[in-house]
């Protein structure tokens, strides 16, 4: 069998839809709603099943003919090793620095890493999308974003 970009992809998403799906089961219940129709796990479930159909699906369909053999060339790992270590420093900052500067850093970066090079393209890319994603999550949805460790020493909390 010969290996596609389709089935690499297809199966890197199938296992983590199978991953995503057995530790949905490790999200807290209130007490009573594993009795309800819908509960935290509900959503977390779907999405997997879901995951997992369309992963298969494209495994199904992949062609696996001489004409899309699999070529590495072209690709730019060196750059996806920068974006996936950018990652892993937003996650990081986000418990010293907060929701919002940890976004606008991780976004800069980002587009830093990207080649966009203008500090004012920088930051009318990043400020207004981070402080909407802010206001959606803390305003309209009411979840609570800790303002962070460095805001917290600073100006207590």
């Avoid at 003919?65 to 986000?94: C, E, I, P």
Wanted: a negative charge; hydrophobic letters at 55%.
């Amino acid at each position: 069998m010969i290996f596609t970009k389709d089935h690499i992809g297809g199966l890197i998403f199938l296992c983590l839809s199978v991953t995503y799906g057995y530790y949905a089961g490790d999200i807290a219940l209130l007490p009573g709603d594993e009795y309800e129709p819908f509960h935290a796990q509900t959503l977390p479930y779907a999405l997997a099943i879901l995951g997992g159909g369309l992963s298969l699906a494209l495994l199904i369909t992949a062609k696996s003919d001489l004409n899309h053999k699999l070529s590495l060339r072209g690709y730019d790992f060196v750059l996806v090793a920068k974006l996936l270590v950018l990652v892993v420093l937003f996650a990081l900052a986000l418990e010293w620095v907060g929701f919002l500067l940890a976004t606008v850093f991780f976004l800069v970066g980002g587009y830093w890493l990207l080649g966009e090079r203008r500090p004012k393209m920088l930051l009318l890319a990043s400020v207004p999308f981070a402080i909407g994603i802010w206001f959606a999550l803390t305003q309209l949805l009411d979840v609570y974003l800790a303002p962070g460790q460095l805001y917290t020493q600073l100006f207590g909390g």
